[in-house]
Each structure stands twice: as structure tokens, then as C-alpha cells.
């Protein structure tokens, strides 16, 4: 196999967050949000859709912007509702959303630091 399908496959395995947001279901139940691991691409679109001095408000919308997903993996918000997101819906729900998405792919660093081996760059002389 080579690197790039290696590289791939490793994201594709990785543990995918499902938040369930009562408050956007409908009659068949609580709208359920996916969230897959980051990509350059998305890191990419947030660096470009965020403003310098985007505030922490900015950031939670354009997170979900960004990362919620559907269960196929495709946006259920355009980079269009981003506005609309901060300026009509439920300060408290976005939070929350915005929150649980950092906590799982970015929370506790320290936590992670060290769960890597080290490579050749990283290797003193």
C-alpha cells in the first residue's frame, strides 16, 4: 500500500463525534451532527473565512460551518449561513456544538502530547 493510501486510510478509521442537537430536530427526532477529524482543507477554509480579529463568537460559528456534516460526510451548512448562524440562532446551541467539537479533536493537548514516535526532524544533535 502505498503512503498517500496509507495516509488516507488512517483518517478514514479515525473515530467520527455524532452530536445530537434536540433543538434543530424534526418529527423524526433530534437533528444528529457528525463531525470527522480535520483536514488541511478544512484549516485551510477556516483560516479564509476568518476575519483577523475574529472573536471567540466568529470562531464557534465558522468551527460548525466548517465541520458539521451530515452522516455521508457533507456539510449541512453553507460558508453563506455563517451570518445567519450568528445572527438568528441560539447563542447556547452553538456554543454547546462549537464546544463538544473542541473538546474531542482539539481538548486536553497535554493529553496527546508524547502519543506520537518521534521522527527524524524531531531528533537532536
Known amino acids: ?4 493510501n496509507r495516509a488516507t486510510a488512517h483518517y478514514a478509521a479515525q473515530e467520527r463525534l455524532i452530536i445530537s442537537v ?5 418529527e423524526s427526532g433530534p437533528l444528529m451532527v ?3 477529524p480535520m483536514t488541511m482543507a478544512e484549516v ?3 483560516q479564509k ?5 475574529a472573536s471567540n463568537i466568529e470562531q464557534a460559528a465558522n468551527i460548525i460551518v466548517v465541520k458539521a456534516k451530515d452522516e455521508s460526510g457533507k456539510r449541512i451548512f453553507s460558508i453563506n449561513d455563517r451570518d445567519k448562524l450568528m445572527q438568528e440562532a441560539d447563542y447556547r446551541v452553538v456554543s454547546r456544538i462549537a464546544e463538544k467539537i473542541e ?3 482539539f481538548g486536553d493537548l497535554d493529553t496527546h502530547k ?3 514516535d518521534a521522527t ?3 531528533a537532536t544533535s
Open 120 to 122: 527524524p526532524s524531531d
Open 34 to 36: 457528525h463531525v470527522f
Open 114 to 116: 508524547g502519543n506520537s
Open 103 to 105: 473538546e474531542h479533536f
Open 1 to 4: 500500500m502505498s503512503v498517500i
Open 49 to 53: 473565512i476568518a476575519s483577523k480579529k
Open 22 to 26: 434536540p433543538e434543530w430536530g424534526d
Open 44 to 46: 485551510n477554509l477556516m
